[in-house]
Each structure stands twice: as C-alpha cells, then as structure tokens.
C-alpha cells in the first residue's frame, strides 16, 4: 500500500475572470461594455459601435500569483444607481465570494466604470 500525499489545486487566471464575471452580472445595476476593438470609445454610437448593455457579461482579467489574484473589470452601471456604492458592493462581493469560491486571496480589484445605461431609451441624435 502506498501513503497518498494530497496535491494542489491551480485555478487559472481564465477560470477566475469568468467567476469574476458571473458574479458582478448578479447586481441588476451591473453590465457589460461594448466597444470597438474590445475597448470602450466615447461617442462610439456615432461610429456604428454597439452601445453598453446591462444584459451582458462585463469585460474581465484576471492575474493569478500563487495564492493572489489580481482583478479588472470594465462595466456599465444603471442610472441612476450611484456609481461609488454599485462598485464598492461589487468589489466586497468579489472579494469575499471570489475568495471563498476558490481559495485566493483578492489582493485587489479595479473597476472601470465605461458608461451608464438608463432604462428608458434617451432621445436620438440627428
């Protein structure tokens, strides 16, 4: 009989954004970002650039350093949500669920907030 030695787990940077993801798309007032070429342009309407939606997923990386993770997001907030509280209760929620789910330290989240979506369609520019 050989003696079993228990092994170690690596979650990968990938794995974590899409946890990461998921879990900000639980706030109703968080959303994703559209863009041009993966990045958010002022006045990209205008451009032909899909607009910010609250039904997608935000844009997510993450770094993994041993037992840290680094995490950034980019999101749309709904107005008029306030925007300090929605990413002041989406950085707690990543760090305690984040952390819990798989075993990291969140050493740090940064959040970009790209736009903010309201509900009703606003007037259209001529």
Do not use: C, H, Y
Not at 54 to 81: H, N, Q, Y
Not at 88 to 115: F, S, Y
């Amino acid at each position: 009989m050989t003696a079993t030695v228990p092994g170690t787990v690596q979650i990968s940077a990938a794995a974590v954004a899409k946890l990461a993801a998921q879990l900000a798309s639980e706030d109703p007032d968080v959303g994703g970002t559209a863009g041009l070429l993966g990045r958010a342009v002022p006045g990209g309407r205008q451009l032909g650039a899909r607009q910010t939606s609250l039904t997608s997923l935000p844009k997510v990386s993450a770094e993994v350093d041993g037992d840290r993770v680094f995490v950034d997001l980019a999101i749309s907030v709904r107005w008029p949500a306030s925007v300090p509280q929605v990413t002041t209760d989406l950085r707690e929620r990543l760090q305690n669920r984040l952390g819990a789910w798989t075993g990291l330290t969140v050493a740090e989240v940064d959040i970009a907030v790209t736009g903010l979506v309201a509900d009703q369609p606003g007037p259209r520019v001529r």
